[in-house]
């Protein structure tokens, strides 16, 4: 069974070009792959399209923010646009109203169900959610049982970065808590997922098969979270 450690997140991201579409997993800050992008930010790619669920935040933790505020990301696909204060204008609400990247803004419900749609190989879906408003403009709808829906279409990404809790060593991953909202379906979506682990990876027969949340045939290589390294903060981009 082959070993997918990798010795490096800087040789986890070597490959990644300019111009590269990436989904990172993360839900309010807990899961976010932040050793993996502080390895993309150190590598210098840019004119990113970032699948996010948020598009990081104000106070100096290393995520998705940090590559807009490097100016790294062209476009961003995202559910949630609003800092969580008002008076915290985030990088990429300033960069957005500058005309300094690109967004689209996808209700959450509907941004899961395109990345599980990507992974799953479905072609579109109709959805309620945004009919009737200007998430539905430009877009087919079509009235079923009496209801308006709007059709999306999957979402699918070259890479994925992800954060797990626990993995073996063909790729094997278990979640812990929100790691589970947007890491599993985002790592089958991507052609290839990096994972980022925060215990020590595990013999391949370890993990109980009931515990396995994403299995090893969807990850390209993953990479042990040093302790020192489970929390980071914007000192480590240098």
């Not at 111009?19 to 899961?31: E, K, Q, S």
Request: glycine content about 12%; overall charge negative; some cysteine.
């Amino acid at each position: 069974m082959k070993n997918k450690v990798l010795p490096s997140f800087d040789e986890a991201v070597a490959d990644i070009p300019c111009g590269a579409t990436i989904m990172f997993g993360d839900f309010g800050g807990l899961g976010a792959p932040q050793n993996l992008i502080a390895a993309l930010y150190r590598k210098g790619a840019g004119d990113l399209t970032a699948i996010s669920n948020e598009h990081g935040g104000t106070d100096g933790r290393v995520d998705v923010g940090t590559l807009i505020e490097g100016g790294r990301v062209r476009r961003m696909v995202c559910s949630i646009t609003a800092a969580t204060h008002p008076s915290r204008v985030t990088p990429f609400v300033r960069m957005y109203n500058d005309g300094e990247l690109d967004a689209e803004l996808v209700p959450q419900g509907t941004l899961a169900e395109r990345i599980r749609a990507g992974g799953a190989g479905i072609g579109a879906f109709y959805t309620p959610t945004g009919a009737g408003t200007e998430i539905a403009l430009g877009k087919e709808c079509r009235t079923i049982a009496g209801r308006e829906f709007v059709l999306e279409f999957p979402l699918k990404a070259d890479y994925a970065f992800i954060r797990a809790w626990q993995a073996d060593t063909f790729g094997n991953l278990r979640f812990r808590l929100a790691q589970r909202n947007f890491n599993p379906i985002m790592a089958m979506a991507a052609r290839t997922t990096l994972v980022e682990v925060e215990t020590a990876v595990l013999q391949p027969g370890e993990l109980d098969p009931d515990d396995i949340h994403v299995p090893g045939v969807y990850v390209k290589g993953l990479v042990e979270i040093p302790p020192d390294r489970l929390y980071l903060n914007e000192d480590v981009l240098s």
